[in-house]
């Protein structure tokens, strides 16, 4: 299960070879990365199946939560419609232990509003982003997010590498940026897992990245001067703690 983190895609290619030396189906997490291609597919279309998320905060969110999944096997896909309306195939006979999936019709009609607009959000996310880099060009302190030549992300989030990560994040929030960290405890050492025996340091770059990493704003309504004003709040820390 490939998670296309932040806006831009997993290694594909790579994963499917695994997958076809052992025989597994891929499942693509695009619940961040709606629009985002690799080598100009789109996400969620070269696994046996793709998830997107319409959760409020995503790129494309609706009024509530709710999300689609595609694939490009049909007889696939329609048994995932079966499993979506309760395991039921005619109505009322029940081949399959299923739940009530369905997509609220208000939900669907606010997605239908906001699809035709999508690419240009996307479009203006990553003209923030490039801002951003430009405003970080040289500023040692903040390892700033790399895009791989043959993607193209939809910059659901920003997320910058720094030290101090929660000193700085506490500084911005007192100065009314809202910032975020994303997963905060890696996955080998939530409490939910503690049946595995792992502990820190067995996984040195994921507990590195709970440690550093911090998401600044990025939604696509941002102007210059509030992206500049974030970005030197950001240097303002450092330079004033040399």
Known sequence: MPVHLFGQMADMDAIMAVA???NLAVIEDAAQ?????YKGRQCGTIGTMGCYS????KNLGTLGDGGMMVTPDAAFGQKLAWFRNHGSNPKYYHKWIGGNFRLDT???AALLVKLPHLKKWSDMRRANAALYDKHFAGCGEVKTPVIRDYNTSVRNQYVICVPRRNELMEFLKQAGIGVEVYYP???HLQECFAYLGHKRGDFPNAETAQDTSLALP???ELTEAQIAHVAGKVKEFFNGSQ
């Open 20 to 22: 076809a030396r052992h």
């Open 185 to 187: 405890v890696s996955m």
């Open 33 to 37: 990365s709606i629009g985002a291609t």
């Open 218 to 220: 990025i939604y696509s």
């Open 106 to 108: 208000i939900h669907a």
């Open 54 to 57: 319409f959760f409020p905060s």
